[in-house]
Structure formats: structure tokens, C-alpha cells
């Protein structure tokens, strides 16, 4: 009955609401995303995207429907009555499949970027210093920061930081990878350093990645799969090809003529 | 300037039960605080007595919570000698306070750290000891050290429950020699340098803690 790890989607959301007082932002929401696949998230500001995302990295929670993540419940709790509380184990069980990047970095400001980055095997996978450290510095030179292990993030550009944080993620080996607008808070001239990080990530088959952007440039580097969304409500789908240059659905065009005259 | 000199160790021995009240009273103090300033953002069983124990002490005056430690509580069959009363009267009442600062900086730690911690996968405790506090001490400690100072000054009323503290023997000369100005010169220098050095402690632990990640960023 309940789906083993590996033939489950690395995300479903089934028939999923969420709302904030009187807005609701997820309305019965449905999507699939296979293991592996690279799906990037689209629509206007408010649209529910970052809802999205942080369901998923279990900071927020639904009122009715269900999530999975690797064949794994997160929530489920129906007609508005909230079921027990999960087991802790559980929930930092399900954390564990999931990392996210954020648009503001959200690097700690008091560790140097090796420690941020060896700050989750240690304490969250009880790693010893040597052993999580070597890989931090790993994960950093990949990434291209070698030269950084000791700055702090505040000693370091936007791109740097925002590359630290995704390193930081990695580190942690998840298998879904949650980007939301992850280029928007950088100067132009530093967005590149950053795709081209994602872009080499996209490279691995087996992580599934979940992006939120507003740049279509973005979108067509990374995309399997593009998903327009307005109003908690999945619009169109498809193709990056499809999608971003030729919409179905007038709502899609209409966001997307915006966008071009931005 | 003789009066000074001839009383010179009994001024001494004021100034060290002075030193030894406000560095103890300190330390319950912030432990005290550090505590109950957690304790505030816990379940309501525990952040409601201890929100309680803060308005308390925070809404009374120390002098008044002294007299009842010293005065009222043998009645009731609870005796301490001066020093524990004058210790633990100011170590609650200046713990209220510093309660509150703990409460202020944990309340503005900025939701995005911890949300980092969550996506990290860390622990509540992990969070808590890794990420909040290193950052929110650091916030904390200007406060802290000005709430130090402040019960410096206000060590000085143990000297109504017959600790002989540096106000209390300074106010024994006066009354023995009528030398006014002297012994007040003597206090108004004492508790200036002894508040500059705990300005100073609190300044040079803050470089220390954030000196690494922020100071040199001020610098830039
Ligand atoms: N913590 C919150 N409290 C109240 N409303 C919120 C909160 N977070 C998001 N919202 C609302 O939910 C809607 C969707 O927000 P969000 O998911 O951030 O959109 P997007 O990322 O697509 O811009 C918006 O209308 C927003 O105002
Ligand atoms: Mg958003």
C-alpha cells in the first residue's frame, strides 16, 4: 500500500489547501514531480509559490489534503482538525530528504562559510569535525569558493554568499533541492556565478530540484518542466519550450508579455 | 585628605563586600535571566509563573524586597545573614530585568536564522545553542553590561540591612568625623571606576564574541 522510497515521486501534493487568515493561498492543489526532474515555478508575486516551497521544507503547514515527500507523509489533516502532532524523529526524518536555498542567503553570520557549510553533517548527521569539514571544503571548492573557507558571509559578495548556501544545503546530501527566487536579491553582473553552480547541480540525474524564479533565463537553463502558477492554482505545464514560448493559456501569455516588458 | 588615609582599610573592606555583593548578585542575575528569558518562550505551565516572578520583581523596588528577605521572612522562620539576603534580593530583582532583555533579543532574532536552522535539519536545542545565542548574546551584551552597572549602584542599599559595604562605611566616617566631603569624594570615584570596569568587561567580551564576524566588517 504505502509507496516504497524509491518508485514514490520525490514530491506530491494531493488535493492540498493552505491558507493565511482569510487568503488562501493553496486551493486543492495537485502536482507530481518524478524523482530527478528539474522543475522550475512561475507566476506573478503572491501567487503561492514560496507557500510552496516552504510546505515542503516543513515550514509551513496545510489544513487539508496531503504531501508526500519520498513516499513519505508529511501532513495530513483533514475537514480542518488538526491530527496529533508528529513524532519529532519523524519530522526531522522527512527534513532530512529536503534542503532549500533562500532568497535572502540566510547564511549564519557568525560561522565562517566552511562552518556553515559543516555545520548540518555535524550536528544533524553527527559527522565528526575532520570528517564534515574536508567535505565542506569539498563542496566549496566545487562551487568555487575554495579560496573563501574562512571569510565570513558578511566579508563575502551576494553570489559568494548565496553560493555558500547552496554548498551548505548540499552538504547535507538531500534529495530534493528547493530554490526559491535564489537570484533575485543579486546584482545582475553576479546571477551568472550562481546558475552556473545550479546549472552544474542539474547535472547530478538523481536530485530532484524545485526552482522558483522570476528570470526566464533561469527557467530555460535549468527547467525538464515549467509550471505556471496564479493564484495557488496550477495554470499551464509543460515543456520550457512550451511554456515560455508557446502558452496555452492566456494567462500564461499575458504574465509573460509582462515580464518581457519589465 | 587624612580622614581618607586613616580609615583606609576599613574603606577597603567596604569596597570588598561592595565587589563581592554586585559580582554575586550579578551572576545569579543573569543566570537567573537567561533562564526565565528562555523559559518565557516555552509552554504556558512554565513562561506564566515565571512571567509573573518578572513583573514582581520588576514592579517593586529593590529596597522593598530586600526588607522583606532581611525583615519579614525570620518571622515566618526563614533566617539568612545579611550578605545571602543582600545577594539574592538583588540577584532576583535585577534577574527580572534581565530577564526581560534575554525575552527582548530572543523575540527580534531574525525568524529567517532559524529557518535556516529547520532547513539544516538541526534540533530545537542545536538551534538554540549553535545559532540563537551566539548571535542574540552578542545583541544582549550592551544591555547587559548597563544592567550590571545599574546594580552596582544599587548594591549600595545592602547597606540598610547592616552589610557594611563600601556606602555603608563611608557613611560611618562621615558620621565619626564629619568629614562630608571626603567620604563622599571617596564614593563618587569608587562606584565610577568600579562601573567603568564593567562597561569595559562588557565591551571587550562583545569584541571578543563578535569581533570575528562583525567588527571587521564595521571596519570595511
Ligand atoms: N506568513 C504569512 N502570513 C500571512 N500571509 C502570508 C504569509 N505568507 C504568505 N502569505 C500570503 O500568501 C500569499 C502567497 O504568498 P507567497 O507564497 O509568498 O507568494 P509568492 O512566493 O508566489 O510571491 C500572498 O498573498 C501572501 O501575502
Ligand atoms: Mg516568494
Known sequence: MSATATDAP??????????????????????????????????????????????????????????????????????????APRGRGRLRKIRGHVGMVFQQFNLFPHMSALENVACGP?????????????????????????????????????????RVAIARAMALRPEVMLFDEV?????????????????????????????????????????????????????????????LDAPENPRTREFLHALNLA | MDTIWNYRWLLLQGLGVTVQVTVLAGLLALALGIATGLARRGPPLIAWPVHIYVEVFRGTSALVQLFVLFFVLPGM????????????????????????????????????????????????????????????????????????VELLKA???????????????????????????????????AYFVLAQLISFGARALEARLGGAWRGRTEER
Open chain 1, 122 to 162: 555535524r550536528l544533524s548527521l553527527r559527522r565528526s569535525r575532520v570528517e564534515a569539514e574536508a567535505e565542506a571544503e569539498a563542496l566549496l571548492r566545487r562551487v568555487g569558493l575554495g579560496d573563501k573557507l574562512g571569510s565570513y558571509p558578511l566579508q563575502l559578495s551576494g553570489g559568494q554568499q548565496q
Open chain 1, 10 to 83: 520525490a514530491v506530491r501534493f494531493a488535493a492540498a489547501c493552505k491558507s493565511f487568515g482569510d487568503t488562501r493561498v493553496l486551493d486543492r492543489f495537485d502536482l507530481d514531480i518524478p524523482r530527478g526532474e528539474k522543475t522550475v515555478i512561475i507566476g506573478p508575486s503572491g501567487s503561492g509559490k514560496s507557500t510552496l516551497l516552504r510546505i515542503l521544507m516543513t515550514l509551513e503547514g496545510i489544513e487539508s489534503g496531503r504531501v508526500e515527500i519520498c513516499g513519505e507523509t508529511l501532513t495530513d489533516r483533514f475537514d480542518g482538525v488538526e491530527r
Open chain 2, 77 to 148: 522562620g526563614l533566617r539568612l545573614d545579611p550578605m545571602t539576603c543582600g545577594v539574592v534580593g538583588l540577584g532576583l530583582c535585577y534577574g527580572a530585568y534581565c530577564s526581560e532583555v534575554v525575552r527582548g533579543a530572543l523575540n527580534n532574532f531574525p525568524r529567517a536564522q532559524r529557518e535556516a536552522a529547520v532547513a539544516l535539519n538541526l534540533t530545537g536545542t542545536q538551534t538554540l545553542t549553535r545559532v540563537v545565542l551566539p548571535q542574540a548574546l552578542l545583541v544582549m551584551l550592551p544591555q547587559l553590561g548597563n544592567l550590571m
Open chain 1, 183 to 243: 537570484t533575485s536579491a543579486l546584482d545582475p553582473e553576479l546571477i551568472g556565478e550562481v546558475l552556473a553552480v545550479m546549472r552544474e547541480l542539474a547535472s547530478e540525474t538523481s536530485l530532484t530540484m524545485l526552482v522558483v524564479t522570476h528570470q526566464m533565463g533561469v527557467a530555460r537553463a535549468l527547467a525538464d518542466r515549467v509550471c505556471f502558477l496564479e493564484n495557488g492554482r496550477l495554470v499551464e505545464q509543460g515543456p520550457p519550450e512550451q511554456v
Open chain 2, 155 to 189: 548594591s549600595s542599599l545592602v547597606s540598610l540591612i547592616t552589610l557594611a559595604d563600601l556606602t555603608f562605611q563611608a557613611r560611618s566616617i562621615m558620621r565619626l568625623t564629619l568629614h562630608t566631603v571626603e567620604a563622599m569624594s571617596v564614593l563618587l570615584v
